[in-house]
């Protein structure tokens, strides 16, 4: 059972930055695409960034781009995301995902695997 483990969310001032992690657990699968989604109370769920594990292109909504950056771990199936100058209207649930195949999208069906979610609050 493969499961996507999120950590690194909590409470930030508004400007400030948070890195958030994923790590595929129970995984023996390679994914070639991982990313990350969130969904603020009452919103849709949006895309935020992904990135082509072979090699490396990185996807961004306009939302997020120049302050966001999302990379590859040095560990199989891990990602990152690095957030700087959070405005109160990030805050989210944030979601890691990943798939098998494919590469970098912003539509929510193209991802099988799905993590529980990190908070990202931002105070202003």
């Known amino acids: 059972q493969v499961q996507l483990v999120e950590s690194g969310g909590g409470l930030v001032q508004a400007g400030g930055s948070l890195k958030l992690s994923c790590a595929a657990s129970?995984?023996?699968?390679?994914?070639?695409?991982m990313g990350w989604f969130r969904q603020a109370p009452g919103k849709e769920r949006e895309f935020v960034a992904a990135?082509?594990?072979?090699?490396?292109?990185?996807y961004y909504p306009d939302s997020v781009k120049g302050r966001f950056a999302i990379s590859r771990g040095n560990a199989k199936n891990t990602v990152y995301l690095q957030m700087n100058s959070l405005k109160p209207e990030d805050t989210a649930l944030y979601y890691c995902?990943?798939?098998?195949w494919g590469s970098g999208s912003p539509k929510t069906d193209v991802y099988d695997y799905w993590g529980q979610g990190t908070q990202v609050t931002v105070s202003s």
């Open positions: 129970g995984a023996t699968l390679r994914f070639s695409v």
């Open positions: 995902v990943a798939n098998t």
């Open positions: 990135i082509n594990w072979n090699d490396g292109t990185t």
